[in-house]
């Protein structure tokens, strides 16, 4: 009996055993396919789906998607060309080059040419080619071109000063990075296809080099080498550096779509400056500021010079044209002018850009001057510059009230202003309409209640202090103040005040904080502004930081009832 059960449990053993190995090598066998299956999707895959599936922050560093296809290729050949190129090119770039320096000249220069030009032997490298999908369309095709080039050109400028000073001056060592685009367009069925191509500097990554004077230093004539270098990068910035762009025609046609056209306009108030850095041995700076958003000589605005001042206040409204709101900026650069015989030397610059500014809307800012917006060469405190800005549109315009006669020449903001104006106010201005071109003065009633004031320093060796503020419209002259508020800190005044202001564009209102003392007062601090947010508002209540305070604020209650009037621009 125990053989049978023996062999009825090896043979169910052993048929047990194949029915496993036979399950085992089905499911094997059908995971195998499902694996073949899952490996032919992902090799059917493209980059978008890859980035569809892992989040970038999951990407190990090693896995780079690179859009630029490599251009190996194309250097090999540009190499062994770029000998003919330098013999070709010359004098070509010469006499193309030199009419868009003599543009950018500084006044300084009495003239700046070139007398030596060779591109050297080391020829740039393209570092890769994309096709820009989404801005190429139907009717065109945009392609872009990075490119890099360390190159050991000869270049030699021959500057002659406005004293009669010649120096030849050597621009050596030139790093070079960017990105070029072009524009082929219009697609057409004509040998070769497109009817023009523009081409623009979309990117400059970095621009680096440096200036000798052959057989003397350059930086033994204060000025000359920062003003030969603005010359240089503005030329290369504003020729040619997106949105500005360049058309060559291939094929005859209207191809004025291609061209940069305005896009809108920028008003810029420039208010004040403070703790700009003393640039003189004897007394102080006499700072000017130069505003652009584009550096063609006859687009650049300079403010007045302000005297032995290392604070001053401008007050001054500029207009300029805007091309691309998306990529172009605002600079200010801020000199020490030193007559007429030497120039000027700089305190610091600042950008903008546009992008940043929402259109129909002021914007009220300070800007950090440094010393060079592109490369940081040090941290050193250069002073701030406080501007306000507008940024309208074209097209826009209709969304302002508009109760003038179209002949009237306005800036953007007094049409913004003129809004506030009443329907009655605007049709008896209508009725002068057969006057001369005028601009608008904007004037009114400004009522000023000062509130209080918190966290004010102490200046008196006994007790707090005894805080008082003076108010002051800086144009008109006309002073008030308030009452003496007795040994705080943090003083409640709540007094109103009302100034007739006659030109409320070009106004400013000045607010002084002083201590009283029995024999005279101490000056506690400040605070300066301009009417237009309150022209603009109606009504404002805020808190003001009192400057020569650590934290002082002055709190203030602004009214503006407007009354705008015409004055004959002759």
């Not at 599936?53 to 290729?73: A, H, M």
């Not at 004098?91 to 868009?100: A, G, K, W, Y």
């Not at 779509?257 to 400056?273: F, Y």
């Not at 650049?300 to 900026?329: C, G, R, Y």
Request: with cysteine.
């Amino acid at each position: 009996m125990s053989f049978l059960y023996g062999m009825f449990f090896g043979i169910s053993f052993g048929i047990g055993l194949m029915v496993a190995y036979a399950r085992y090598e089905n499911v094997r066998s059908r995971r195998r396919a499902e694996l073949a299956n899952i490996v032919a999707a992902f090799s059917r895959m493209t980059v978008q789906d890859s980035r569809k599936l892992i989040p970038p922050e999951f990407y190990p560093p090693w896995v780079v998607f690179q859009q630029r296809q490599k251009l190996n290729w194309l250097n090999y050949q540009l190499d062994k060309l770029w000998p003919f190129i330098n013999e070709a090119a010359s004098e070509l770039i010469r006499s193309n080059v030199e009419p868009i320096l003599e543009q950018y000249r500084p006044s300084i220069l009495a003239s700046l040419s070139f007398s030596k030009l060779t591109l050297g032997t080391v020829a740039p490298q393209f570092t890769g080619v994309a096709i820009v999908e989404s801005e190429s369309g139907e009717e065109g095709i945009t392609m872009e071109l990075e490119m890099q080039w360390d190159g050991n050109p000869n270049i030699v400028l021959d500057i002659r000063t406005r004293v009669g000073v010649g120096l030849p001056v050597q621009v050596k060592n030139i790093g070079f990075t960017g990105v070029f685009r072009l524009i082929f367009k219009p697609l057409v069925d004509e040998f070769p296809c497109f009817g023009a191509v523009a081409y623009s500097l979309r990117e400059k990554k970095d621009l680096d080099f440096t200036l000798k004077v052959v057989g003397g230093d350059i930086s033994s004539i204060p000025g000359i080498s920062d003003a030969i270098e603005e010359t240089i990068i503005d030329a290369i910035e504003d020729s040619i550096t997106w949105p500005v762009r360049q058309i060559i025609p291939i094929l005859p046609g209207d191809y004025s779509d291609l061209e940069l056209k305005p896009c809108g306009t920028l008003d810029v108030k420039l208010v004040q400056a403070k703790e700009l850095t003393n640039k003189d041995l004897i007394g102080k700076s006499d700072p000017f500021v130069v505003i652009f958003v584009r550096p063609l000589r006859d687009r650049m605005k300079t403010s007045k010079t302000i005297n032995n001042e290392l604070n001053p206040i401008w007050n001054e409204h500029f207009e300029f044209t805007v091309e691309d709101a998306s990529t172009q900026h605002l600079t200010v650069r801020v000199f020490d002018d030193e007559g007429p015989m030497l120039a000027p030397e700089i305190i610091g610059i600042s950008q903008l850009a546009l992008q940043e500014l929402e259109p129909g809307k002021v914007k009220d800012v300070w800007l950090k001057l440094v010393k060079d917006v592109k490369v940081q060469r040090d941290t050193k405190n250069r002073g701030q510059v406080h501007l306000e800005l507008l940024y309208c549109p074209f097209g826009t315009e209709s969304s302002l009230k508009n109760p003038f006669n179209s002949d009237y020449s306005l800036t953007t903001l007094e049409k913004s202003l003129k809004s506030e104006t009443s329907r009655a106010e605007a049709a008896e201005l209508g009725k002068m309409a057969t006057q001369k071109k005028s601009d608008v003065i904007v004037r009114g009633v400004l009522s000023i209640t000062v509130i209080a004031a918190e966290n004010l320093p102490k200046v008196d060796l006994i007790g707090k202090a005894d805080p008082f503020v003076v108010l002051q419209l800086k144009k008109a002259g006309n002073r008030a103040k308030t009452r003496v508020a007795h040994d705080t800190l943090n003083p409640v005044w709540n007094q109103t005040f009302d100034f007739v202001v006659e030109d409320g564009q070009h106004e400013m209102l000045i607010l002084d904080v002083y201590d009283h003392d029995t024999f005279g007062k101490d000056k506690m601090g400040k605070c300066i502004m301009t009417l237009t947010r309150v022209m603009m508002e109606g009504e404002i209540q805020d808190s003001f930081h009192i400057d020569g305070t650590k934290s002082g604020k002055l709190f203030l209650n602004l009214k503006w009832t407007p009354q705008l009037v015409l004055r004959d621009s002759s």
